[in-house]
């Protein structure tokens, strides 16, 4: 049996197929396997007796947050709160 599983949202799609492997193999490998699920971004199903009974998923990456994006790019130099100079308020 071959599912499919989308990392982003983990729900089935059409592209990604699961690799199936038995307890006694993932028991013997499981580190190897943890590092091509976490490499691969492919998950991978657990079985016992040929029944399905876990899967291992690779853990989502971190967000890139709008807020902060700019952190150490620029500097502000000035106080952004004082009043501005009258120079300024007389150009409009």
Same mark, same amino acid.
Do not use: H, N, Y
């Given at each position: 049996m071959i599912s499919c599983?989308? =990392?982003?949202h983990d729900h089935v799609c059409y592209n990604v197929p699961m690799k199936e492997i038995?307890?006694?193999? @993932? #028991?013997?490998?499981?580190?190897?396997?943890?590092?091509? %699920?976490? =490499?691969? #971004?492919? !998950?991978? %199903?657990?079985? #016992?007796?040929? #029944? !399905?009974?876990?899967?291992l998923v690779p853990v989502d990456e971190p967000k890139?947050? @709008?807020i902060g994006r700019l952190k150490g790019v620029f500097? %502000? %130099?000035?106080?952004l709160d004082a009043d501005p100079p009258e120079a300024w308020e007389s150009a409009f």
């Open positions: 599983w989308s =990392s982003r038995s307890a006694a193999i @993932f #028991k013997a490998q499981c580190l190897t396997l943890m590092e091509d %699920v976490r =490499s691969t #971004k492919r !998950p991978l %199903v657990i079985t #016992k007796r040929g #029944k !399905p009974v876990a899967k890139d947050d @709008f500097e %502000v %130099v000035g106080d």
